[in-house]
C-alpha cells in the first residue's frame, strides 16, 4: 500500500505532466498548519511583512494595481521548526519530480504571504522574463476554516479551460512556472499562505 506521502507526490506528478498544474489536500496536517499560524511571522505581520513588488530584484516595482499582498520571506537556516517540517517535505516531493519528469531541480524558496481583505493579483506567470530559473511553484494554503462564499480563489489558465482552487487550510497547489497563468481573486476575509518555487539553480548564500 503507498504511504500518504507517496499518493500525493503521485498525484502531484500526474497533473504538472499531464496539465502543467495539480493539487491535493492535507499536504501538511492541521496541527502542523497550526504551527505556522502560531509564528510570531503570522501573529505580528505589521512589523514582519512588506508589500510584495512586481519583477526580480533587478526590476522590483510596487503597483497596488496588480497586486496587493504581503510578504515575509522565510531563511531556511534560521526558521521554525514547523516551516522545517514543509522544507523538508518539499524537497522530497522534488526529488520525486526529478526522478519521474526527469527535471533538474535543486532549490526551494519560500515567503509567508498575506492577502487582506479586497486585495488581488492579476493574471500573471511566475517566472521572470530574464531569469527563467523558477521551474514549479508551489502554495501551501493556511486558512482555516475557508468557505467558497468568501472568494480568494486561485484561477488558473490552461488554454481555453479555467479552474479555480479554494485557499483551504492544507491544500498544496504546483504550477509549472513557464505555462501556468494564473491570478488571485479578491476575499472578504484575510487569505495566508506559504508561498514559493522549485528552482534550477542553487541560491546564492551570503
Same mark, same amino acid.
Given at each position: 500500500?503507498?504511504?500518504?506521502?507517496?499518493? +500525493?507526490?503521485?498525484?502531484?506528478?500526474?497533473?504538472?505532466?499531464?496539465?502543467?498544474?495539480?493539487?491535493? !489536500?492535507?499536504?501538511?496536517?492541521?496541527?502542523?498548519?497550526?504551527?505556522?499560524?502560531?509564528?510570531?511571522?503570522?501573529? !505580528?505581520?505589521?512589523? +514582519?511583512?512588506?508589500?510584495? $513588488?512586481?519583477?526580480?530584484?533587478?526590476?522590483?516595482?510596487?503597483?497596488?494595481?496588480?497586486? $496587493?499582498?504581503?510578504?515575509?520571506?522565510?531563511?531556511?537556516?534560521?526558521? /521554525?521548526?514547523?516551516?522545517?517540517?514543509?522544507?523538508?517535505?518539499?524537497?522530497?516531493?522534488? &526529488?520525486?519530480?526529478?526522478?519521474? %519528469?526527469?527535471?533538474?531541480?535543486?532549490? =526551494?524558496?519560500? /515567503? %509567508? &504571504?498575506?492577502?487582506?481583505? $479586497?486585495?488581488?493579483?492579476?493574471? +500573471?506567470? !511566475?517566472?521572470?522574463?530574464?531569469?527563467?530559473? @523558477?521551474?514549479?511553484?508551489?502554495?501551501?494554503?493556511?486558512?482555516?476554516?475557508?468557505?467558497? =462564499?468568501?472568494?480568494?480563489?486561485?484561477?488558473?489558465?490552461?488554454?481555453?479551460?479555467?479552474?479555480?482552487?479554494?485557499?483551504?487550510?492544507?491544500? %498544496?497547489?504546483?504550477? @509549472?512556472?513557464?505555462?501556468?497563468?494564473?491570478?488571485?481573486?479578491?476575499? &472578504?476575509?484575510? @487569505?495566508?499562505?506559504?508561498?514559493?518555487?522549485?528552482?534550477?539553480?542553487?541560491? !546564492?548564500?551570503?
Amino acid at each position: 500500500m503507498l504511504s500518504h506521502n507517496a499518493i +500525493h507526490f503521485e498525484q502531484i506528478a500526474d497533473g504538472l505532466a499531464q496539465h502543467g498544474f495539480s493539487f491535493v !489536500d492535507n499536504f501538511l496536517l492541521q496541527p502542523e498548519i497550526d504551527d505556522i499560524l502560531n509564528l510570531d511571522e503570522f501573529n !505580528d505581520r505589521l512589523l +514582519h511583512f512588506k508589500k510584495a $513588488g512586481i519583477g526580480n530584484s533587478q526590476s522590483r516595482l510596487i503597483n497596488e494595481a496588480i497586486r $496587493g499582498d504581503y510578504i515575509h520571506w522565510i531563511d531556511p537556516r534560521n526558521t /521554525h521548526a514547523s516551516l522545517l517540517i514543509y522544507f523538508e517535505k518539499l524537497k522530497a516531493l522534488m &526529488t520525486y519530480l526529478n526522478q519521474n %519528469l526527469f527535471l533538474s531541480l535543486k532549490e =526551494v524558496e519560500l /515567503h %509567508l &504571504t498575506s492577502y487582506p481583505v $479586497g486585495s488581488f493579483y492579476k493574471r +500573471h506567470l !511566475d517566472q521572470f522574463k530574464l531569469e527563467d530559473h @523558477r521551474k514549479i511553484s508551489v502554495i501551501l494554503y493556511v486558512n482555516k476554516y475557508w468557505k467558497e =462564499v468568501e472568494g480568494g480563489q486561485l484561477r488558473i489558465y490552461n488554454g481555453s479551460e479555467v479552474t479555480d482552487v479554494f485557499p483551504i487550510s492544507g491544500r %498544496l497547489v504546483c504550477m @509549472r512556472s513557464d505555462k501556468i497563468e494564473h491570478e488571485v481573486l479578491p476575499a &472578504t476575509r484575510e @487569505r495566508m499562505s506559504v508561498t514559493g518555487w522549485m528552482l534550477d539553480q542553487l541560491i !546564492d548564500v551570503k
